[in-house]
């Protein structure tokens, strides 16, 4: 998948991408090239499906070794309780490979009907496991991994700390579309600096 049938100038495009890695708005963007503001949103959407598209070609990669698995909440302005229950919040639960890279999906809720079919499916066997105390986690007891519980999961917790500084400026994401952003936060994690970044996107974007 590529970005194909683009109005827009190469020129333009190669400049969208650049300020797209360097985490300016769209907005931003179009003012600094002197562009339709809705030129700039669709051409960022189309990277982002096609980043979606990419690392779900990846989503069958198993992890194995040492592992952190936890769960966190996006979304909205809306009063209320923070964290797990928070109403009107997206559940999002993540699985990172220490050293390695990080897998998100969107989930209902972050119970353990909802998150061991995505656990099996996404872990070896024998892995060393991570998580806090949520009670969804008891199952990995008796399932063969080794399971560790521990208070702070540092690596999965900096991974939900960059994607909220990220998403943050965007001051409110509709439920369709957030997947895609999220998945924008799980690219920016595993391609490391933004020129290794711009790299990978010039490829899979076909600019």
């Known amino acids: 998948m590529k970005i194909t049938h683009c109005k827009l100038k190469k020129s333009i495009q190669k400049k969208l991408l650049q300020f797209f890695v360097l985490e300016v708005t769209a907005r931003s963007a179009a003012d600094l090239l002197g562009i339709h503001p809705n030129s700039a949103v669709l051409f960022y959407r189309k990277i982002r499906e096609v980043i979606n598209h990419h690392l779900s070609l990846e989503a069958d990669t198993v992890f194995d070794g040492s592992i952190e698995l936890d769960e966190s909440y996006f979304g909205g302005h809306r009063k209320g309780k923070r964290g797990r229950g928070a109403a009107g919040k997206v559940a999002v639960f993540g699985i990172l490979k220490r050293g390695g890279k990080v897998y998100t999906v ?79 936060c799980e690219f920016r994690f595993n391609f490391g600096a933004p020129s290794e970044q711009l790299k990978v996107l010039r490829r899979w974007c076909g600019i």
Not at 156 to 172: C, D, H, P, S, T
């Open 106 to 184: 969107v989930v209902e809720k972050a119970k353990r009907e909802t998150l061991i079919p995505v656990i099996t499916k996404k872990i070896m066997p024998d892995s060393i496991v991570y998580t806090d105390c949520l009670s969804s986690y008891d199952v990995l007891d008796v399932s063969g991994f080794t399971h560790h519980r521990i208070n702070h999961i540092n690596g999965i917790e900096n991974f939900w700390n960059q994607a909220k500084r990220v998403l943050r400026k965007y001051n409110g994401i509709d439920r369709k579309s957030f997947p895609l952003f999220l998945k924008e």
